[in-house]
């Protein structure tokens, strides 16, 4: 793995939204509600920036192939995880949460391992599961600041969409994963090794 890849502006900025972690949680635990909110809303926005710069600038690089998801399920089960702890999410959502993103984490090495696969770019139910994480856990936070009527209801419903997506996802990735093991076996061992260097 080059250094250069890591200097990259979108890797940069990976890392910082990761450093932001340990500051929401301490801010959480000390009931800090609007500063954990506020950082929360950056590492979110960064998110969807280094993706951003990553195209623009064209700096797509393997490491942040690898970084960005890593990056981001650190952060939401986290927070889930402290959100639940503080009796703020119940524990059922955590519970799916963490073992939908450890299933997946756990199936990936093995692929990688037992048969080199390395694609597994998100899905269009993988990514409307992450936008339901982000918003819960804003709209968690939120409610510490504002007990509104619209803001609670916003926040069960995206509860329940977090519970309904994971689902789903974690479902239409195993059909996905049985697709690209079926295709993968197809090739024969010379191409499956010549394209497991392209990837």
């Known amino acids: 793995m080059r250094l250069s890849q890591l200097l990259t502006a979108p890797n940069q900025l990976t890392l910082v939204r990761m450093l932001f972690l ?12 609007l500063w954990a909110l506020t950082l929360f809303v950056l590492a979110a926005i960064s ?5 951003l710069l990553a195209r623009k600038l064209k700096q797509q690089t393997l490491l942040g192939q690898y970084l960005d998801p890593i990056a981001d399920k650190l952060l939401m089960s986290t927070m889930f995880l ?33 048969a080199g696969l390395r694609d597994f770019r998100p899905s269009i139910f993988g990514k409307a599961n992450t936008f339901a994480q982000v918003a819960a856990v804003f709209l968690v936070l939120l409610f510490q600041l504002d007990q509104s009527r619209w803001v ?9 969409a977090v ?28 191409a499956s090794a010549s394209a497991g260097h392209r990837i």
């Open 163 to 190: 519970f309904a997506f994971t689902i789903i996802s974690a479902v239409h990735y195993l059909f996905l994963v049985q697709h690209r093991l079926r295709a993968h076996s197809e090739i024969p061992p010379a």
């Open 82 to 114: 402290v959100l639940s702890i503080l009796h703020k999410i119940p524990w059922k959502f955590t519970v799916v949460v963490f073992s939908r993103d450890i299933s997946i984490l756990a199936v990936g090495a093995v692929l990688y391992a037992i």
């Open 47 to 51: 998110d969807g920036l280094d993706g």
């Open 152 to 160: 609670w209801i916003a926040r069960v419903v995206f509860l329940r």
């Open 22 to 33: 340990p500051f929401i949680i301490i801010n959480l635990l000390n009931h800090h509600y």
